[in-house]
């Protein structure tokens, strides 16, 4: 199996991450990717873009070198209520938003918390994927995660990232998680989170534990373009009934 698009993918904009948007497409290109999405952390990340850098992204190209480009954002989630750093007449310009717990943006939480505040950023019209939800700093009860997902037609992501350094001790979460991705037929989009070039399209470790818990291809969205377009348009026609 071979994915073809990768989403999740920091430039230097966001301020801890390492590679211009060009060097990543170059990246993207020797690598055989097919569509790469630029998703910078939301404005309340430490030294991360401001608004402005979002409301801008309508200058870049929607293809280049080849590569069909997003644009998107990894907002951070920053309360119980599942409320985003970013607003919503940001998140409409978007390709796609994906949206996250971080801690440094996060207030930290019990379960029941954390669980609500992922849960309820799922229901914000715009965002599409949840993204690291293995992340052992904030633990969820995964079942209801999963369930909202599938209620809302929405992704997860597994996170390649988080089995190679990122995010100490996630690797039994995410286990857990492929596993009840796999039982229950949920869909998942598997991200790099990449800082540097080298990483862009990296996505073995998540990937052999995704096979190895049975999730199937047609489970991963990112696993072929016609999957990922059905995805993404669907997506589109959810946000423009709700606008
Ligand atoms: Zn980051
Ligand atoms: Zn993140």
Redesign the pocket.
């Known amino acids: 199996m071979k994915l073809i698009a990768d989403l999740h993918i920091h430039t230097i904009a966001s301020g801890h991450a390492y590679s211009t948007l060009e060097e990543i497409l170059a990246a993207a290109a020797a690598k055989g990717l097919k569509i790469i999405g630029t998703a910078d952390?939301g404005p309340s990340m430490p030294g991360g873009p401001d608004l402005y850098h979002f409301g801008n992204l309508r200058v870049l190209p929607e293809e280049w070198r080849g590569i069909r480009l997003l644009k998107g954002v990894?907002a951070n989630i920053v309360d119980y209520a599942g409320n985003l750093d970013m607003p919503e007449t940001y998140l409409k310009k978007l390709d796609y938003a994906m949206a996250?717990i971080?801690a440094i943006c996060y207030p930290g939480g019990t379960v029941e918390q954390n669980t609500r505040a992922m849960v309820r950023a799922m229901e914000n019209p715009y965002v599409d994927v949840i993204?690291?939800p293995g992340n052992p700093e904030f633990p969820i009860e995964a079942e209801r995660v999963l369930a909202a997902a599938r209620r809302l037609e929405k992704v997860i992501e597994i996170?390649n990232s988080s089995l190679c350094g990122s995010r100490k001790g996630s690797f039994a979460n995410c286990n857990r998680i492929a596993h009840l991705v796999a039982e229950t037929g949920a869909q998942i989009i598997i991200g790099s989170?990449a800082h540097f070039s080298a990483d862009v399209g990296r996505f073995d470790d998540a990937l052999k534990m995704c096979q190895a818990a049975g999730v199937k291809e047609e489970q991963i969205i990112n696993s072929s373009e016609e999957r990922f377009w059905a995805y993404l348009e669907k997506r589109c026609k959810q946000k423009s009934l709700s606008s």
């Open positions: 952390h990894e996250g971080h993204v690291h996170n989170d």
